[in-house]
């Protein structure tokens, strides 16, 4: 299970992250936010499954090829597998359930 922890000083342009076994949130009533926190939990997920110092090497890297390629952060963040993984299924309620293994190297 995560731990939540709130601090708005922390971000200024996004509402969290997770960073095994933590998800650190701007505001409070982001707890409340499912969808949201489905997000944050399917990274805790790769991160475990990346035995966690490796994932943070893997998402530096993917960011920096995507930057280079697409010249945007926002666009380059938004290409990462990790990340594409989460957004296509942070609606999915159930999803860390029927998850399989690795399932981020699909995106």
Known sequence: MAIYICTKHL???????????????KTETLKNDKVF???EKIH????????????????????CIHLIRLK???????AISFERE???NENNLSY???RSFW???RF
Do not use: M
């Open 11 to 25: 971000f200024t342009k996004f509402s969290g992250c997770a960073v095994w076994p933590f998800i650190f949130l």
């Open 72 to 78: 945007s952060k926002d666009k380059a963040y938004r």
């Open 44 to 63: 805790l997920r790769q991160q475990l499954e990346l035995l966690i110092v490796p994932f943070y090497s893997w998402y530096a890297l993917e960011f």
């Open 86 to 88: 989460a957004y296509a």
């Open 103 to 105: 399932a981020f190297l």
């Open 96 to 98: 860390l359930k029927q």
């Open 37 to 39: 926190l489905n997000h």
